[in-house]
């Protein structure tokens, strides 16, 4: 057998698993805002140790999505509209730049996936699949992320972009509609011209529409 065959094998940590599990939890709204977490128990779920439920708990305490309160258990984080108001400039300034960046490695395969991925938010809106929707729309600005190829981009959003999905999720009957769709058709249509000014900036205003639907939700409210 040749040795540079021969490659590690990759296993994703206890610590990582629990972490990707709780957070897909949390922002799908399995676990319900104010839901107490007892780390006992939770290890007793997922059949391992305290330790690294601990460590994925404070991680997601460091994101926001968990809170310690003194004198009593640590228990999801509440929703918070006014944070994730703030969050969704940011996110959008950072979607913008990979989009910018992105263009020049933009293949004809990014393409096609860009259109499947746009095609399924639209059966996922018709469909009022919440998960599948906010997965398709995810998924679709995820492959500008890659092609970015800027890992610093993708670390930035990921503290704060899960803030957005759970008040996306929380509010998904009141806000969804096809205007995401249509934006990302004027998105695709600047990438395949290559015109990275325009693309960049019709993502940056994809992220803040969705932003002023969400305020304009809560000033209802």
Request: net charge neutral.
């Amino acid at each position: 057998m040749m040795k540079k065959n021969i490659k590690p094998i990759k296993r994703i940590s206890f610590r990582e698993e629990v972490y990707q599990t709780l957070k897909r939890a949390i922002v799908h709204l399995e676990l319900k805002p104010g839901q107490r977490l007892h780390d006992q128990v939770l290890a007793e779920q997922f059949g391992i140790s305290r330790t690294p439920v601990r460590e994925a708990l404070k991680r997601l305490e460091d994101e926001g999505l968990v809170e310690a309160v003194p004198g009593s258990a640590t228990r999801v984080a509440p929703l918070n509209p006014e944070e994730a108001k703030h969050a969704f400039p940011v996110t959008a300034a950072l979607h913008a730049l990979a989009v910018r960046i992105s263009i020049p490695f933009i293949t004809e395969t990014n393409i096609r996936e860009l259109e499947n991925h746009n095609k399924s938010l639209e059966i996922a809106l018709e469909k009022g699949d919440i998960i599948e929707a906010i997965e398709s729309d995810e998924a679709f600005h995820r492959v500008f992320l890659n092609a970015s190829k800027n890992p610093e981009i993708i670390r930035a959003l990921e503290r704060i972009a899960s803030k957005i999905y759970r008040l996306e999720m929380s509010q998904f009957s009141s806000i969804s509609s096809s205007q995401s769709v249509e934006q990302h058709v004027r998105i695709i249509e600047a990438c395949k011209q290559g015109n990275a000014e325009t693309a960049a900036r019709l993502a940056e205003e994809n992220w803040l529409s969705l932003g002023e639907r969400l305020a304009g939700h809560q000033e209802k409210e």
